[in-house]
């Protein structure tokens, strides 16, 4: 018995849709994160990417548990000195939902090339519709 290794042009890529409603934003980016860097698989290997694509709807109604929504924080940083800017995440889901589901994401996938490609597969929506129907995506249950 000998251990296959998985070549980057054998990896056959499927498309999952995850549905955000209702669930905790942690829990659907962790599922994200598996998909994408395709740990579900028989043939995962550390070293070759062979995730899927995942497709994230309904990002704005997702949850957060345990006050994070008034405790955490999202920072980022102008460039100029003294231009910390901090914004709540009960704000952010408001106004930009997407971005706290791709944070969330980011923070799970690996920060080298295969995290990148792994980013590039990413979809997220804010409401139940994606463009994406051509693609066939399966419905991925958590």
Same mark, same amino acid.
């Given at each position: 018995?000998?251990?296959?290794?998985?070549?980057?042009?054998?990896?056959?890529?499927?498309? @999952?849709?995850?549905?955000?409603?209702?669930?905790?934003?942690?829990?659907?980016?962790?599922?994200?994160?598996?998909?994408?860097?395709?740990?579900?698989?028989?043939?995962?290997?550390?070293? !070759?990417?062979?995730?899927?694509? !995942?497709?994230?709807?309904?990002?704005?109604? &997702?949850?957060?548990?345990?006050?994070?929504?008034?405790?955490?924080?999202?920072?980022?940083?102008?460039? @100029?000195?003294?231009?910390?800017?901090?914004?709540?995440?009960?704000?952010?889901?408001?106004?930009?939902?997407?971005?706290?589901?791709?944070?969330?994401?980011?923070?799970?996938?690996?920060?080298?090339?295969?995290?990148?490609?792994?980013?590039?597969?990413?979809?997220? @929506?804010?409401?139940?519709?994606?463009?994406?129907? &051509?693609?066939?995506?399966?419905?991925?249950?958590?």
């Amino acid at each position: 018995m000998s251990t296959t290794m998985p070549k980057a042009g054998e990896i056959e890529r499927k498309w @999952y849709v995850i549905d955000a409603a209702g669930k905790p934003l942690g829990r659907v980016a962790a599922q994200a994160a598996v998909l994408l860097r395709g740990k579900h698989k028989v043939t995962f290997a550390p070293h !070759v990417d062979c995730g899927d694509h !995942v497709i994230i709807v309904n990002c704005k109604d &997702a949850v957060l548990t345990g006050g994070k929504a008034e405790k955490k924080y999202y920072y980022r940083h102008t460039g @100029y000195i003294g231009h910390l800017k901090a914004t709540r995440y009960d704000a952010l889901m408001r106004t930009k939902p997407e971005l706290a589901m791709q944070l969330a994401v980011k923070g799970m996938i690996p920060s080298n090339s295969l995290g990148r490609g792994a980013m590039s597969r990413l979809r997220l @929506y804010a409401g139940s519709e994606h463009k994406h129907a &051509a693609q066939k995506p399966e419905a991925w249950n958590m």
